[in-house]
């Protein structure tokens, strides 16, 4: 067994930070990407700054092993975007992982060699076996480092698609919109923008800045706005605070208009607009364009002969949900964790990065890492290590505790639902 790899799915920043960390320790490691390229999931928001700088955004491990290579990291007080991120940091990783890294390599399924979920004679005794296509390969451990990007939540208040949702699709987008590219989509339009995090704030602010034909209607479900805007200069990451105090003064010049306790039950169109009805029969109509950034949820059809220990709100590991409750918890306040809150019944199965948060928001880039690092610390013995905390979170400036949403319309969570804030997104202009 000991002879066999640790298989990591996914390429992206916790993916190759665990591969960086398992090349360092001298484990087999071998990271299995989906598409064609490091960050490819990175590389769909390129046009988002982030809200943390460089020194925020390099892991350790990976940062000795580049600087091996003759990497520079770059300046450590700028916030890059997306195609940044990838380009100077995701690109050069993987390129010095080399053949460790395989693109084009998408898992559809992860199971013990020879046993179902099932079955528990000789389950301990047999490796992993990791599907892509018809190839099997048996593995150690495997760190599920996917992301969740590929599972956006819909438009519809109850998880599920609203009633013509789908059929509205050619009018509907699940992410922040590249007016670089999209502006002529947008413009002079009527734009409903669905969502109370860091995405949708990020999605007006840029939307505000159109020509004045632009309308935009910001349906929130909660049911007052309350603290959506964060902690402003209270907040340590100062690009997360900016970009809030931005979009509180879009909204207080007029350019948003408000619709709260808006959750979506019906989607029609009429003449070539869309009616919008939530489940109390309000209506909102003439919308041109919907953006909805109401979160990402984990994909698990895959680990399905996996046994999984999950919480069953959350969709998390168990140890963990109540560490990152959004309930409870920002970003900021979330408790340092590592290999003992992310293992589950199946030997050897971790789910990291966003993945692990199930769907809870506003992870960041270093809780990832320090996550890996946890984790390939146990694999490699190193238990010691492991359980040792090495790191510390910006506080949001909000949040922080109990009973922070204790009235009846404040239902969403300390930090808004669920959104895109992976690793903490900023608008691209300023």
């Known amino acids: 067994m000991t002879e066999l790899p640790v298989v990591v799915v996914g390429a992206g920043p916790a993916g190759l930070a665990a591969a960086a960390h398992l090349v360092e320790r001298g484990e087999q490691v071998l990271v299995l990407e989906a598409g064609d390229r490091a960050g490819a999931a990175v590389s769909q928001w390129n046009h988002v700054r982030l809200f943390s700088q460089w020194g925020e955004l390099v892991d350790p491990a990976a940062e000795r092993l580049l600087i091996k290579a003759g ?31 395989r693109f084009g390599a998408r898992v559809v399924g992860v199971a013990r060699r020879g046993r179902d979920r099932v079955v528990d004679a000789g389950r301990e005794d047999e490796p992993l076996t990791v599907h892509v296509g018809e190839e099997r390969i048996a593995a150690r451990a495997v760190i599920d480092a996917s992301g969740t990007w ?23 987008s699940y992410r922040v919109p590249d007016l670089a590219t999209e502006r002529a989509r947008y413009a002079g339009k009527r734009i409903a923008v669905a969502g109370s995090g860091h995405s949708a704030l990020t999605a007006l602010v840029a939307l ?41 003064k879009a909204v207080e010049a007029g350019h948003v208009e408000i619709v709260s306790g808006f959750r979506t039950a019906a989607v029609e169109r009429v003449d070539g607009k869309l009616v919008l ?111 040792r ?42």
């Open 150 to 172: 590929g599972s956006p939540n819909p438009l519809g208040g109850d998880g599920l698609p609203a009633v013509g949702e789908q059929a509205a699709a050619s009018q509907i």
């Open 277 to 387: 009805e939530s489940f109390d029969g309000h209506r909102v109509e003439g919308i041109d364009e919907v953006v909805v950034l109401t979160g990402f949820r984990p994909d698990l059809s895959w680990l399905s002969e996996i046994r999984l220990d999950l919480d069953p709100v959350l969709q998390a590991p168990a140890e963990l949900a109540p560490l990152i409750d959004p309930n409870v918890h920002s970003c900021g306040t979330v408790y340092p964790h590592g290999e003992k809150e992310l293992r589950h019944p199946e030997r050897g199965v971790y789910l990291v990065g966003m993945k692990s948060y199930g769907r809870a928001p506003t992870f960041l880039a270093l809780t990832g890492y320090e996550q890996v690092r946890s984790v390939v610390a146990a694999l490699a013995g190193d238990h010691e290590a492991s359980a």
């Open 71 to 101: 990497w520079v990291r770059p300046g450590g007080d700028v916030y890059p975007t997306g195609a940044e991120w990838t380009d100077h940091y995701l690109a050069p990783l993987a390129e010095v992982l080399g053949d460790v890294v």
């Open 208 to 248: 505000a800045e159109l020509e004045p034909a632009t309308k935009i209607v910001w349906l929130l479900r909660r049911g007052a706005v309350g603290n959506v805007f964060g902690g402003g200069e209270a907040d340590q990451l100062p690009a997360r605070g900016a970009l809030g105090l931005r979009a509180q």
């Open 389 to 430: 905390v090495e790191l510390v979170l910006p506080e949001t400036g909000v949040c922080g505790g109990a009973g922070v949403f204790d009235a009846p319309d404040q239902t969403s969570g300390c930090c808004g639902e669920p959104v895109d804030v992976t690793i903490g997104l900023a608008p691209n202009a300023g």
